[in-house]
């Protein structure tokens, strides 16, 4: 069958790095590519010049048969091609089909309201999208807003949709309505470019794969004949099979974090003891209560009632700064806003909640010169790839910006550690990376919340699991103790 | 550290910074900016039957053709800037500042107030006396707008912009009363005595106000880059979201930079009464805090670069009058070009998203 897309000796430098060296892409109709690589192996960069947001340095773009130069993201909508990003591009407070009619010619110059509103009736049953024209966006959770992403793209006729980790933020369940979606848009003839982490989801849905490594293409695959473990290496260049050691000994270090009928906005009394040397995994559907607990535990949210302590000190009403001096740490999962300033530098990064104490700073001063020399020791440490420590964190790639994250609050040695997605976004090389250091700040006699919600993880790295359900603990168990029909229910809201 | 860490949803921390101003953009495309400004005012001059050459000559004359028009010059733009780098300050820390119209005026009544009660003081004595009053009076009205806008929920915008009207008239009820003349037929208060007047520099028809205002903009410049304070500043001006995660105090934050503006703008009201007209004169400082927001945004809110911009307004005023009295060019184009320097720098400055 002839290609729907040919991408040929694709080249792209930024300054002296290559991030696309002469990379061809084939897709053809029907057919699911997955495209994977490490953070920074050049796939977000590839799609970007597919899609007319950044242009090609060399190398040539077909499309249907036609040649796409110089094009802009108009042009590639225009032409066919559909991009659904990790983050959605719509309006809560607006109806589906009201965001579907949004920047449309179709919708009319008078509204068509009645006739789009049919039409996403009309496509919904058919891709089995499950949508209802009328809900707002607001109202839907996440795994619907991105059908609405994929509905917009169906009705403005693309031919081949780019799917930028499209999992990620999803439950279970939802990730399993997504895939069934993805092949009955193969059925239809669509092509689709699959970006992602996961290897299972890649065996279960993708015809062939490519994967990209420092900006070149280090293998093809066809899904039918290859195993995880193949891809896995062809990803990063090693085998990452993953021993546990987790909850093989009881701890026994002493009560360092303890909740007593603890409660704030958003969560119901929770009550919860965790030891040094414990890592406490916190699993469960987005949206039951995860934001408000870790806010909660670490100041950002105030408390309404019952009692927090921290190696024996009450830090019930403490402010994050006083939590913080007292040893506590905290990734939280909103990189863009919270964790990271990103039109700040790698160093600045790095000093965000220490700039008061060296090396950063002395007194009422900056220490410039030893805040320097400790961002570049931390750069080197946690394998932070940038230039140098004055890098702006908004070009970095987002496992990098993470990498700054897990190494500022890990080097202040904290006595409790709170990590909310500490791994969200990084490939399977940075994942065992950030849990392998969390390990080893647990063998050393810390305590650690690890709230995520992949399960695998959680389950890799626990000594006792808690699912969250509607804002308090649906159960908790040693993870000798849980097996998946048990988390499952759990998270599914049913105590056990 | 006391308060409660205010809760802050992803939602309305985005609908916050629409509305906070981004730290402007590198020193070329502002370069450019004016000199499309130049261009287009040449244009205006020409369409208005004037040699535009001549007109900027004429401007350029009046503004340094002399010593004596040289320190005209920097004491126009010495307001500009003490006030220009405070606003600069609370911008860069996400806090839209509109009060320095109110403070200046204040701080200058404050000053005069300062010096007219110490009539028997040294002169060095008197006028540091009366500097620090100003600057004391424009911090106390700076306070009001804070407390208003912490305690009360109410924008800081509105906080600041509106207590300028109530600032004006509390000036001029002052004038009416205690500090005024009596029978001088216009709100003005008795010549201050001589020991609080602003000495001349020597060789120049300037006062020493434009030094302490550049050292003003250095001493700010310090505080941004090098200390933790200034870090806490640019952090919360970047993300409130991550300044609460750092566990900075937004509310000591907002006290420290207000307190900072208020304070520089009160001076440049003590300096311009104390050095300028001798005596506290209703609408004295009429549009300088304006002024001084084009400053700190023609400066790209970097306390250095506030420097040359006052000079650039200050120097182009006072060259305005010279204008209009050799070629007949009206000086209110001046204020035409100070527009669209305005216009086209916030345009280099957006376009860099």
Redesign the interface.
């Known amino acids: 069958m002839s290609a729907l897309l040919e991408m040929r000796g694709i080249v792209r430098r930024f300054g002296d790095l290559c991030a696309n060296d002469n990379i061809d892409l084939d897709v053809r109709p029907g057919e699911i590519l997955g495209l994977l690589g490490e953070n920074g192996s050049g796939k977000s960069t590839l799609m970007k010049v597919l899609f007319g947001m950044l242009s090609a340095d060399a190398g040539s773009i077909t499309f249907r048969g036609r040649p796409l130069v110089k094009h802009t993201p108009g042009e590639a909508m225009a032409a066919g091609i559909a991009m659904i990003h990790q983050h959605f591009m719509l309006i809560d407070a607006m109806t589906v089909t009201e965001n579907v009619m949004l920047g449309w010619p179709e919708a009319g110059r008078i509204l068509r309201v009645k006739e789009i509103a049919s039409r996403v009736r009309e496509a919904s049953r058919r891709f089995g999208l499950d949508l209802d024209p009328d809900s707002p966006i607001a109202s839907l959770p996440l795994g619907r807003r991105q059908r609405v992403e994929i509905l917009k793209a169906i009705l403005r006729n693309a031919e081949l949709l780019i799917l930028d980790e499209p999992t990620s933020n999803l439950a279970p369940a939802e990730v399993a309505d997504l895939l069934m979606i993805l092949r009955r848009l193969r059925d239809e003839a669509k092509g689709i470019v699959f970006i992602t982490h996961k290897l299972p989801e890649v065996l279960e849905v993708c015809d062939n794969v490519v994967v990209l490594r420092v900006g070149r293409v280090a293998g093809r695959a066809a899904v039918a004949g290859a195993s995880r473990g193949q891809l896995a290496e062809m990803m990063i260049g090693r085998d990452v099979s993953a021993p546990n050691d987790a909850g093989s000994t009881p701890p026994s270090g002493a009560v360092r974090l303890a909740a007593k009928d603890f409660f704030a906005?958003g969560l119901s009394r929770l009550t919860v003891e965790i030891r040094g040397g414990e890592i406490l995994g916190v699993a469960g559907v987005d949206g039951n209560g995860q934001i408000e607990l870790v806010?909660a535990l670490t100041?950002?949210?105030?408390t309404t009632g019952g009692e927090l302590t921290l190696d024996g000190r009450d830090i019930t009403?403490a402010?994050?700064?006083?939590r913080?001096k007292l040893g506590l740490a905290?990734m939280?999962a909103?990189r863009g806003?919270?964790?990271?300033?990103?039109?700040?530098s790698i160093a600045?990064n790095l000093?965000?909640?220490d700039?008061?104490r060296p090396p950063?700073?002395r007194g009422?001063?900056?220490t410039?010169a030893s805040g320097a020399a400790k961002a570049r020791a931390l750069m080197t440490d946690y394998d932070i790839r940038a230039r140098d420590p004055d890098f702006r964190v908004a070009r970095l790639s987002g496992g990098n910006q993470q990498k700054i994250v897990v190494a500022r609050e890990l080097d202040r040695q904290p006595a409790v550690l709170i990590a909310h997605q500490a791994a969200w976004g990084l490939d399977p090389g940075a994942t065992r990376f950030v849990l392998d250091r969390m390990i080893a700040l647990r063998n050393a006699g810390a305590a650690i919340i690890y709230v995520s919600s992949e399960l695998e993880e959680v389950l890799h790295i626990s000594d006792r699991i808690a699912v969250m359900a509607g804002g308090g603990f649906a159960g908790i168990a040693s993870r000798s103790e849980v097996d998946a029909r048990r988390l499952g229910l759990w998270m599914s809201g049913r105590a056990a | 550290?006391s308060e409660?860490?205010p809760?802050?949803t992803?939602a309305t921390?985005r609908r916050d910074r629409r509305l906070r101003l981004k730290?402007g953009g590198p020193p070329a495309r502002i370069l450019i900016a004016l000199l499309l400004s130049i261009l287009s005012a040449a244009a205006l001059i020409a369409v208005s039957g004037h040699d535009p050459l001549s007109a900027f000559a004429a401007i350029a004359k009046g503004a340094a053709g002399s010593e004596h028009q040289i320190g005209a010059s920097l004491n126009r733009s010495t307001p500009y800037l003490l006030a220009g780098v405070g606003v600069a300050l609370c911008f860069r820390a996400g806090i839209i500042n509109i009060g320095a119209e109110g403070q200046i005026a204040v701080g200058g009544a404050g000053a005069a107030a300062v010096a007219l009660v110490l009539p028997g003081a040294p002169p060095l004595i008197a006028i540091v006396a009366a500097l620090i009053g100003g600057a004391l009076a424009g911090a106390a009205w700076a306070g009001v707008a804070t407390a208003i806008h912490l305690g009360r929920r109410v924008h800081e915008v509105l906080a600041t912009l509106l207590l300028n009207f109530v600032a004006l008239l509390l000036v001029q009820q002052l004038l009416a009363g205690p500090l005024g003349q009596f029978g001088a037929g216009f709100l003005q208060s008795p010549l201050l005595p001589r020991s609080a007047w602003l000495p001349k520099l020597p060789g120049f028809d300037a006062h020493p106000g434009f030094l302490i205002a550049v050292a003003a903009a250095a001493a700010l410049s310090f505080v941004l880059?090098?200390?933790?304070?200034g870090?806490?500043l640019?952090?919360a001006g970047?993300?409130r979201?991550?300044a609460?995660?750092?566990?900075?105090?937004l509310q000591r934050l907002t006290w420290g930079a207000m307190l900072t503006a208020g304070a520089l703008a009160g001076l440049a009201g003590g300096v311009e009464v104390l050095g300028v007209h001798r005596r506290l004169i209703e609408g004295f400082s009429l549009g300088f805090g304006f002024k001084a927001v084009t400053v700190a945004l023609l400066g790209a809110m970097e306390p250095l670069a506030v420097v040359p911009a006052a000079l650039f307004v200050g120097l182009l005023e006072s060259g305005a009058l010279a204008m209009q009295r050799q070629i007949g060019v009206p000086s209110a184009l001046v204020t035409v070009i100070e527009g669209l320097t305005m216009l086209y720098v916030l345009a280099a400055t957006v376009v860099r998203k």
């Open positions: 906005r806010e100041g950002l949210r105030p009403q402010t994050v700064a006083a913080m905290y939280p909103d806003h919270t964790a990271l300033v990103k039109d700040m600045e000093m965000l909640r700039s008061r950063y700073g009422p001063l900056l410039k | 550290m409660a860490a809760a802050m992803p921390a730290a880059w090098r200390t933790p304070f870090f806490a640019r952090v970047s993300s979201l991550a609460a995660y750092a566990g900075f105090s």
